[in-house]
């Protein structure tokens, strides 16, 4: 009851002002978690829509020399290069997660498909990829089915894993992690206050939008909303472990890149469980 009632307010409180992110939003009861270092991978900014890849791109660079090397069995982490990385990007391709092209470098993309996998397998999400997940990634499981019978094309976000499932022809055709409300107090520049919860239920996709778009709460990268103008499942250049957001499914920058491109607007279903 006392979620329902959360939702209700933050649906009110958005409803005309859309949940764009704030680098520094002002909750006014529970504080927003604060976001570590900046990551470097996907935190560069695109200038205009036409220059985010229209599909997962497949080029590859050249690791650098100053990078340490990784080797088979060693614990992974991010900023090592090699062969061992090459092969971590090309089985969690193979998965459906997204780790960007397979160039042996184990940057931003490569690790928010790490967490993404971590989360489905139920391991505690973290910067390395140790033995347990190297023991996970050779006999994983599939996500956890929301709705059975949803559509065979369909959007399952759930927010306890804080993890988006894609399925296409009934089969999974993307995972990613996410992040959802985080559940701080905030008033919106645009006028009205809210708890930052994002909304459970069955929606359908409305409409898209090419990227950045700028709203009351500040802005958001190729958005697809799911409840009018107001919510949405968009880029950003903060997509940490943590909810965060307003109350929109936040998606990585790379994801977010193509992923409109999987999604028609309008009339996909999107199904959010808690």
Known sequence: MRRALLILLAVLAL?????????????????QPTPSAPRSASASRPTTASSA????????????????SASAGQVLEPGMTGPAVTRLQERLAA???YPGPADGQF???????????QEVQGLPAQDAVGPA??????????????????????????????VLVLYRGNEVALISHVSSG??????????????????????TTTTYMPGWVTVPLGEMYNPVF??????????????????????????????????????????TPVYIRD
């Open 182 to 203: 985080g559940g701080y107090y905030y008033c919106s520049p645009g006028g009205g206050c809210g708890y930052a919860v994002t909304p459970t239920g069955n929606f």
């Open 226 to 267: 799911f409840i009018d103008t107001a919510y949405a499942i968009h880029g950003d250049t903060y997509v940490p472990l943590q909810p965060v957001s307003h109350g929109c499914v936040r998606i990585p920058m790379d994801i977010a890149a193509f992923f409109h491109t999987l999604v028609p607007a309008p009339g």
């Open 53 to 68: 890849p229209a599909s997962p791109p497949t080029s590859a660079s050249p690791p650098t020399s100053a990078s340490p």
């Open 95 to 97: 998965l459906e997660y």
């Open 107 to 117: 940057g931003t993309d490569t690790l928010e498909a790490v967490w993404a996998f």
């Open 15 to 31: 409803a005309v002002t859309a949940c764009g992110s704030l680098s520094t939003p002002s909750p006014a009861v529970s504080p």
């Open 133 to 162: 997940m190297q023991r996970a990634l050779a006999s994983p499981r599939l996500p956890a089915i929301l709705v059975p019978g949803g559509g065979s094309l369909r959007v399952e976000v759930n927010l306890a894993d804080e």
